[in-house]
């Protein structure tokens, strides 16, 4: 059974960092695209990045470029997210998700983790 598990997330304050970890189990997942994405209280799931199997690819929401950055250890079937710079708007609840398409659309992703939060104070 394919189980990704965040961790990392936490209360902070502006202008702080946090690591989020996934770590994902069940299956090897070398071949497949890795993301984050968050859900702010009252908001829709937005897309935060991406990295690709090899993990030479990147994509980021514009609201993260340049303070957040996304890696992956394949040895260890474990995602990162360096998230720096933060702000009170980047409070949320953190998912990672892994699936076979390189993207920002999270139906392009099969399997998700069960979230964790991060809060940023002001």
């Known amino acids: 059974q394919v189980q990704l598990v965040e961790s990392g997330g936490g209360l902070v304050q502006a202008g702080d960092s946090l690591r989020l970890s996934c770590a994902a189990s069940g299956r090897t997942f070398s071949a497949y695209a890795m993301a984050w994405f968050r859900q702010a209280p009252g908001k829709e799931r937005g897309f935060v990045a991406a990295i690709r199997w090899s993990g030479y690819n990147t994509l980021y929401a514009d609201s993260v470029k340049g303070r957040f950055t996304i890696s992956r250890d394949n040895a260890k079937n474990t995602m990162y997210l360096q998230m720096n710079s933060l702000k009170p708007e980047d409070t949320a609840v953190y998912y990672c998700?892994?699936?076979?398409?390189?993207?920002?659309?999270?139906?392009?992703?099969?399997?998700w983790g069960q979230g964790t939060q991060v809060t940023v104070s002001s």
């Open positions: 998700a892994v699936g076979p398409i390189y993207g920002s659309s999270w139906p392009s992703y099969t399997y």
